[in-house]
């Protein structure tokens, strides 16, 4: 299990990394924009088994290969949604910050960053649930250690009930990955989430 919660959430990582990177350059750039938003579209489009033998050419049967599985599948939804926030953010407010004389750099400090974390967060949860079964394809492909190859080995046993055990763990790995992004959401957001409360209360009252 160690192994795979190691490429989960490395992987989840470097993707997080790769999709702000991504996002901010496309939606500085329309000609960035116009070069990477297909190959980002259609590396969902590949299944994770075409490109299996590429990945091990790649990268072999270490664990650099599950991570490299757990990126492409969670490149994308972190960097549409954080793309997608971006887009966005009120123009109204981006033209009185810079007839205040703020900086493109503040503006994106101040508004577009803060305005477009829902929208990326919503991506990273999803990105999050993803992780670890991502790894679990990725030792599928390769490897001596993890879930994916004990649930290998269990099935080509017959083993009924370890197939189900590491299922279990799994779902519950996976839960533990949305946990924690969860977690980090409501603490960074904590001020839309009283705003949605008041709301709530609000329309309750009335």
């Not at 490395?10 to 750039?29: F, K, P, R, Y």
């Not at 750099?105 to 477009?116: E, T």
């Not at 763990?169 to 980090?184: E, N, R, Y």
């Amino acid at each position: 299990m160690k192994p795979t919660i190691i490429e989960s959430v490395s992987g989840l990582l470097l993707a997080t990394i790769l999709g702000v990177l991504t996002a901010l350059a496309m939606h500085s750039s329309k000609i960035i924009k116009q070069i990477f938003y297909p190959y980002l579209v259609v590396s969902q489009t590949i299944p994770i088994i075409a490109v299996a033998p590429l990945i091990v050419l790649w990268f072999g049967y270490g664990i650099p290969a599950k991570i490299f599985v757990v990126v492409l599948m969670c490149f994308f939804p972190i960097a549409l949604g954080l793309y997608d926030g971006l887009k966005q953010v009120s123009q109204e407010q981006i033209r009185l910050l810079k007839s205040m004389g703020a900086s493109d750099w503040k503006i994106y400090r101040y508004l577009k960053i803060p305005a477009s974390l829902p929208a990326f967060f919503t991506g990273l949860k999803l990105a999050a649930t993803y992780s670890v079964m991502a790894a679990v394809i990725g030792e599928w492909l390769g490897g001596n250690a993890g879930l994916g190859i004990y649930l290998t080995r269990s099935t080509k046993s017959f083993r009924t009930a370890s197939v189900f055990a590491a299922i279990i763990v799994i779902i519950l790995l996976s839960l533990a990955m949305f946990g924690i992004v969860a977690l980090i959401d409501r603490i960074l957001l904590s001020w839309q989430y009283k705003k949605i409360e008041e709301y709530e209360d609000i329309s309750s009252f009335n």
